[in-house]
C-alpha cells in the first residue's frame, strides 16, 4: 500500500477546525468520523493517517455553510486548497455531498470511488451510534452489533441518519454488520475524548 503524505499534521488540522467557533456536538462528530475512518481503511489495508485526515476534515466548512447548505461542500474546496490537500483529496471529501438535495450543484452527482462510500458511510453512521449512546446513558461499551442493526432498521430513530447512505459502505465491500463491528469498535477506542461511557 502507498501512503500519501499529508499536507498538515492532525494537530493542525484540529487547530483549523477549533479556529472556526465549532458547536461541541459537530466536533465530536468529526473525531467520531475520523476513528471509522481509521478503523475501516486498517479493515481494508489502506492508508489509514490518510483516511483518518479526510474523515477528521471531511466537514470543513460546516460551520459556516450550516446556515446555508447550498454552500457545504463547496466553501470548503478553497479552506482544503489553502491547507494544501490536492485535487483528489478534496474531492473525496466533496463527494460525501454528492446526491444531496440541499446542495444544487452536486445533487446529480454520484460516488464510484472505495473511499468516497466509506466516508459518507462513516459519516453518517456516526449519528447513529451516538443516538444510540445517548439512550444508553452515554455509554458505548458493550454495545452489541444485534441491537444496533435493529435501531438501523427503525427508521423512526435517528431519522436524520440516512439508512441508504449508511448502506453504502457494502458498494465499499463490508457487510452492514461488519460496518457496525468496525465502527462500533472504533468509537469505543475514543470514548473519553466524546464524553462517552
Ligand atoms: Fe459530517
Request: negative net charge.
Amino acid at each position: 500500500m502507498e501512503k500519501k503524505n499529508m499536507p498538515v499534521t492532525r494537530e493542525e488540522a484540529l487547530k483549523v477546525l477549533s479556529a472556526m467557533n465549532q458547536e461541541d456536538a459537530d466536533m465530536l462528530h468529526y473525531l467520531e468520523t475520523e476513528a471509522v475512518m481509521r478503523a475501516l481503511a486498517e479493515r481494508f489495508g489502506e492508508d489509514a493517517d490518510r483516511w483518518a485526515m479526510l474523515g477528521l476534515l471531511h466537514d470543513v466548512d460546516w460551520a459556516m455553510t450550516k446556515k446555508e447548505q447550498a454552500g457545504h461542500c463547496i466553501r470548503a474546496v478553497e479552506i482544503l486548497e489553502g491547507m494544501g490537500f490536492d485535487a483528489e483529496d478534496i474531492g473525496i471529501i466533496q463527494s460525501h455531498g454528492y446526491g444531496c438535495n440541499e446542495i444544487p450543484r452536486l445533487a446529480e452527482k454520484e460516488r464510484k470511488e472505495k473511499i468516497e462510500f466509506a466516508l459518507a458511510a462513516a459519516e453518517t453512521v456516526t449519528g447513529l451510534i451516538y443516538a444510540y449512546a445517548l439512550m444508553r446513558e452515554k455509554s458505548i461499551t458493550g454495545m452489541e452489533v444485534s441491537k444496533l442493526r435493529k435501531k438501523y432498521k427503525d427508521k423512526r430513530f435517528a431519522a436524520g441518519c440516512s439508512r441508504e447512505i449508511i448502506g453504502e459502505i457494502e458498494k465499499a465491500g463490508l457487510s452492514l454488520d461488519e460496518f457496525f463491528e468496525t465502527a462500533i469498535n472504533a468509537i469505543s477506542g475514543i470514548k473519553d475524548s466524546i464524553g462517552l461511557k
